[in-house]
């Protein structure tokens, strides 16, 4: 009978819960351990999933060398991905690692050089390329159904604040960085996936100038769109909510895309594209292919509509995952393509400093 890939999962939070239930559900993979800061959060993790006989630690070197573990799912605060990264690929391990995967140029560059040594495997949960919505586009796209794109624009409007388990690291300048970098790098990962016109391919960067504004960033005030009510003294955002940057890609097509963690209203993610022979605008097509067409075309799909992590489609991202390393191939979505997303927040705080844009990559 086939071994079945072991899983360090590490970080008991909210997003875990996914990566947990992920794995469990691939016919080729089960939990084996259960990390994080706590053991007590292990534990209730475990629990709460019915994982028995499983290894439960409060110290990830240990839980790393736990007996068949193949896979570490870094699911920790975005301050610690890069030592959790490092410190898996040098064990060998294939990694899953959770976005942002890393809060500086210099860590994604030790990243790069530890994954790289190792050979082993990695994927950046950029999740919202397995949204049915937007396989749904992209396969649209490739099948010429726009023509040869020359325009995209994503957004990211989000509401980010004290409901979210992870917000006391996130809000901060020392741990969550920026806007761009925190939940933006969704959009910009969505803008490259969009801008690239092949069925598993995401625009390379060339060029970037960005904006930083909004109203949000120091404020004690937040909004909650989950009960519509504005709260009163909470530790404010040390960064500004909003940031809209222009970026050039190799391909010659041009892209938008904002971070608004500023907006009142509940989430969306709005998607636009443009080609010679139709455009995109969300689940609304206009297309050469539909001739004499009189109005849009809605595609009723699931639309990246819902923040919530039992929402996203974690379950076809760890078994696209699963097959990379069963066939010995590298995802789409590995570090190094994440590297290239990660370039644009990174390259936009330089923006802010200089005021001039910005060559890419970066690394
Ligand atoms: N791809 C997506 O769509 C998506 C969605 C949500 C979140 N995320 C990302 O996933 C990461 C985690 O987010 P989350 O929402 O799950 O946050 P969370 O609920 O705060 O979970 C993080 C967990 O990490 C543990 N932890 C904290 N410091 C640690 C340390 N030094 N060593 C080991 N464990 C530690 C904490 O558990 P203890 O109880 O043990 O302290 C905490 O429960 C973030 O980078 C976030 O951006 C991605």
Same mark, same amino acid.
């Given at each position: 009978?086939?071994?079945k890939l072991?899983v360090l999962v590490?970080?008991?939070?909210?997003?875990s819960t996914?990566h947990i239930?992920?794995?469990?559900?691939?016919p080729?993979?089960?939990v084996?351990?259960?990390?994080? *800061? $706590?053991?007590?959060? #292990?534990?209730k993790? &475990?629990?709460?999933a019915g994982l028995e006989g499983?290894? %439960?630690?409060? /110290?990830y070197?240990r839980?790393i060398q736990?007996?068949?573990?193949?896979?570490?799912?870094?699911?920790?605060?975005?301050?610690?991905?890069?030592e959790?990264?490092i410190?898996?690929a040098?064990?060998?391990k294939h990694i899953?690692?959770?976005?942002?995967?890393?809060?500086?140029?210099?860590?994604? *560059? $030790?990243?790069?050089? #530890?994954?790289?040594? &190792?050979?082993v495997k990695?994927?950046?949960?950029f999740? %919202?390329?397995? /949204?049915p919505l937007?396989?749904?586009?992209k396969a649209l796209i490739a099948?010429d159904?726009?023509?040869k794109?020359?325009?995209a624009e994503t957004?990211?409007?989000?509401d980010?604040?004290?409901?979210w388990?992870g917000?006391e690291?996130?809000?901060?300048?020392?741990?969550?960085?920026?806007?761009?970098?925190?939940?933006g790098c969704?959009?910009?990962?969505a803008?490259?996936?969009?801008a690239?016109?092949?069925?598993f391919?995401a625009?390379?960067p060339?060029e970037i100038?960005a904006y930083r504004g909004g109203y949000?960033?120091g404020?004690?005030t937040e909004y909650?769109h989950y009960?519509?009510?504005?709260?009163?003294?909470?530790?404010?955002?040390?960064y500004d909510g909003?940031?809209?940057?222009l970026i050039?890609f190799?391909n010659?097509?041009l892209g938008?895309?904002s971070v608004?963690y500023?907006?009142v209203?509940?989430?969306?993610?709005p998607v636009e594209?443009?080609?010679?022979?139709?455009?995109?605008?969300?689940n609304r097509i206009?297309?050469h292919?539909?001739?004499g067409?009189?109005?849009?075309?809605t595609?009723?799909s699931i639309?990246p509509?819902?923040?919530?992590?039992?929402?996203h489609?974690?379950?076809?991202?760890?078994?696209?995952f699963v097959e990379?390393i069963l066939q010995?191939r590298?995802?789409h979505?590995?570090?190094?393509?994440?590297?290239?997303?990660?370039?644009?927040?990174?390259a936009?705080l330089?923006?802010?400093?200089?005021?001039q844009?910005?060559?890419?990559?970066l690394?």
């Open positions: 009978m086939e071994r072991g590490h970080g008991a939070g909210w997003v996914q239930s992920a794995f469990e559900k691939n080729h993979t089960k084996v351990a259960v990390s994080s *800061r $706590k053991l007590e959060s #292990a534990r993790r &475990a629990e709460e499983i290894g %439960l630690y409060d /110290n070197e839980a736990h007996e068949g573990v193949d896979i570490v799912c870094v699911c920790t605060p975005q301050q610690y991905h890069a959790n990264t410190a898996a040098q064990s060998g899953v690692i959770e976005k942002p995967i890393a809060n500086s140029l210099d860590e994604i *560059r $030790k990243m790069r050089d #530890a994954v790289h040594q &190792a050979k990695t994927i950046v949960s999740v %919202l390329r397995w /949204n937007f396989q749904t586009l099948d159904a726009i023509g794109i020359y325009m957004d990211y409007q989000h980010i604040a004290g409901w388990s917000y690291d996130a809000r901060k300048v020392s741990t969550g960085v920026s806007a761009l970098l925190t939940g969704h959009a910009i990962d803008l490259r996936w969009f690239g016109q092949g069925r391919q625009a390379r060339v100038f949000r960033k404020l004690t909650d009960t519509n009510t504005w709260k009163e003294n909470c530790p404010p955002l040390e909003l940031e809209v940057a050039k190799e010659n097509v938008k895309v608004n500023d907006c209203q509940p989430y969306t993610f594209v443009f080609g010679d022979k139709g455009s995109i605008k969300d206009w297309s292919k539909f001739p067409q009189k109005g849009w075309v595609i009723p639309m509509e819902s923040a919530d992590v039992s929402h489609p974690f379950q076809g991202q760890m078994d696209h990379c010995d590298e995802s979505c590995n570090l190094d393509d994440a590297i290239l997303t990660h370039d644009i927040p990174f936009a330089q923006c802010y400093e200089t005021g844009p910005v060559k890419l990559p690394l």
